[in-house]
Structures are given as C-alpha cells and as structure tokens.
C-alpha cells in the first residue's frame, strides 16, 4: 500500500505535512493504548502469533514465487481442514521487468457459501519482491511478518472459530475470506499495486466469481501485527459515505471493548486493496491498519517487530464486529 499521493500531494502543496496545531503526541500515545493483556483477551493472539512465524519462515513470498507457492499449500490444508470452501482465482501478469508472464492467485475460503448475503474479510498475502527502503540491502531479503503475513495469520486464527459463530452468533451473513496475490509486485515506487484485487473486483463486478452472493461489507486487514499498535480511521475509509457507517461499528467495538488501539480519530490516507473493492468493485470496505511502522519495506519486517498480543487486540475487534454485523445502515 502506499500513501494517497493527491492527497499528499495537495496537503503538500498547501503546508499541511504537518500538523497544523500542536499534539501532545506523548498524551496521545497514552490514550492510544490500553492495560490490557493476552489473559484478558478471548481471542487467541498466541496462536496467531505462531502462524506469523510459521509463514515467514517459507522466507521471501512474492507473486510466482516458490515461497508463495508453498503459503498457497499451507493456506488451502489449513482452511480445507476447517471445513472452509476454498476457491482458486488464478490469472497472470507480465513481468514488470522481462514482461515474462507470471501466474497469480487470489484464495478465496467461504463460510456457510448458501447464504446470499455476504462479508469479505480479506488481506494481502503476497510480499514485496525486495525490502526497497533497506538502506543497507535494498535487494536483501524482504519476508513481511506485519505486512504481509499479519493479517494472513489473524484470518487462519479466526478460521478456527468462524463456524461457531456463524452458527450461534451471526445467522445472516455468510463470510468469506480473501487472499489478494499482487498487492505489491513492484519492482520501482511507480509500479502498479493491488493487481489481485483489482482483478476480483473487476470479476465481482461482471458476475464472473465462481460462486454467487453480493458483498454487504468488506474488510480490509494490513499491517495490523506491529508491536506498537495504533490504528487510526484511514482517511479514504472513513470519508467515503458508503464506508463511513461501518468504521463507526468497528472502533465503536473496540471501545466497547475497552482496545483503545483503536483510535478514533481520522488517520492517513492509504491507497491499499480496499479502493480497488470499493471503486470498481463498488463493495464497501474499509482499510483497518497501522500504517506508522518505522521497519516498514526494510529487511527489518520480521516477526519481533509484531506481538501475539497486537494480533490477539485485533482479531477481538473484528470478530465481535462480525458478531453482531448487520447490513441494514
Ligand atoms: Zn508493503
């Protein structure tokens, strides 16, 4: 993902890259973050944690990539084992390089698949191909334990309570789970980004899915492992009219639930897969992510930069969201 550049561009232009009144920044972080501990949470981060590991263990996973192929085994036994519906969406792209063609792969798990009405939980699982802002190894090894493999391991936890809760929780909704290839085959910071997500999207649109069933709410996990968590409303997922009602539902969870990790206060503005979703896709999604992460595109996204309990914080949130979703507002 990357920072909306009009938008960067326009506060730039208009002196606003700073903030335009002072924060208390160390207040900030104070009410940013709560007491809470693994033991208070329901929600186990733990194993979350240890599926992190598993998959940055298979090292570098960019699309094509042996790494990747090796996720995409991983991914399909686990969820396959939870009785999931797995779907592959393959397509292919030209090598931004050698314009060679390299073969993608959305996954795509549903969740009680006879239900016509539908939420999308979904991330990206591929990685970028070199740690790009290393300033020591550009083209080292780059395996994305926050981004990349966080939300992958928050949605394999949460496979192992989804068919308890849609059978005792949430009656209306089926869920289906997505895992874009192709967030970030870039090989320059002017690549093109979300190629997975906006090849779905396109397929949702043109009623090309292998299954039916129309998208109520979508949500978009990224970068939601680090360490030091602080998830802001993304600015495009809390402007859009259509978005704004469920990022209310959201953070109004979480303080419900007392993680004030969620901060309910509007954040940077993040092209990430969710405007793919919602602009062609016209599904409503938003962005959930914490976008401040000093390692981020460095050799340094490894799995001791993020927290069992950070995992543990968030998968709480949205699987009581998930709860109780309705699709009426
Ligand atoms: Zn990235």
Same mark, same amino acid.
């Given at each position: &993902? ?19 009144? +002072? ?16 033991? !208070? =949470? ?12 598993? *998959? $940055? ?42 314009? @060679?063609?390299?073969? &993608?792969?959305?996954? #795509? ?12 939980? $979904?991330c990206h699982y591929d990685t970028l191909p070199y740690p790009m802002l290393d300033k020591r190894n550009p083209r080292g090894e780059f395996v994305g334990a926050n981004d990349g493999a ?11 309570? #989804? ?17 874009? !290839?192709?967030?970030?085959? #870039? ?36 970068? #939601? ?6 998830? +802001? ?11 704004? +009602?469920?990022?209310?539902? =959201? ?7 007392g993680v004030r990790e969620f901060v309910p206060r509007r954040g940077p503005y993040v092209r990430d897969d969710h405007t793919m979703l919602r602009n062609l896709g016209k599904i409503p999604? $938003? ?18 930069? $993020?927290?069992?309990?950070?995992? @543990?914080?968030?998968?709480?949130? *949205? ?11």
């Open positions: &993902m990357l920072l909306g550049g009009g938008v960067v561009a326009a506060l730039a232009a208009a002196g606003l890259l700073i903030w335009p009144q +002072p924060v208390k920044w160390s207040e900030d972080a104070e009410a940013a973050s709560s007491r809470l501990t693994l033991e !208070d =949470i329901p929600f186990d981060g733990g194993r979350a944690y240890e599926y992190l590991k598993t *998959i $940055c263990a298979l090292g570098r996973r960019p699309s094509g990539s042996e790494g990747m192929a090796a996720q995409q085994d991983l991914l399909e036994r686990h969820f396959n084992t939870l009785g999931g519906t797995v779907h592959q969406q393959w397509f292919q792209i030209p090598h931004p390089q050698t314009a @060679a063609p390299v073969p &993608m792969m959305n996954l #795509i798990v549903q969740w009680a698949p006879e239900r016509s009405e539908r939420i999308l939980l $979904c966080s939300g992958v391991a928050l949605l394999m936890e949460l496979g192992n309570e #989804i068919g308890t809760i849609l059978e005792r929780h949430q009656r209306h909704f089926g869920v289906d789970f997505v895992f874009f !290839d192709g967030e970030e085959f #870039i090989f320059s910071e002017d690549g093109r980004y979300f190629l997975g997500s906006e090849y779905f999207s396109r397929a949702y649109a043109g009623g090309k899915l292998p299954y039916r069933g129309r998208y109520r709410w979508g949500v978009l996990l990224d970068m #939601i492992g680090d360490a030091d968590l602080r998830i +802001p409303q993304e600015g495009y997922s809390v402007g859009w009219p259509e978005t704004r +009602p469920l990022v209310n539902d =959201i953070w109004s969870t979480a303080r419900r639930l999604t $938003c962005d959930v992510i914490d976008f401040d992460y000093p390692p981020w595109h460095t050799m340094d996204d490894r799995p001791d930069q $993020c927290s069992a309990l950070s995992l @543990a914080k968030v998968g709480w949130v *949205i699987r009581e969201w998930l709860k109780a979703a309705e699709g009426g507002r």
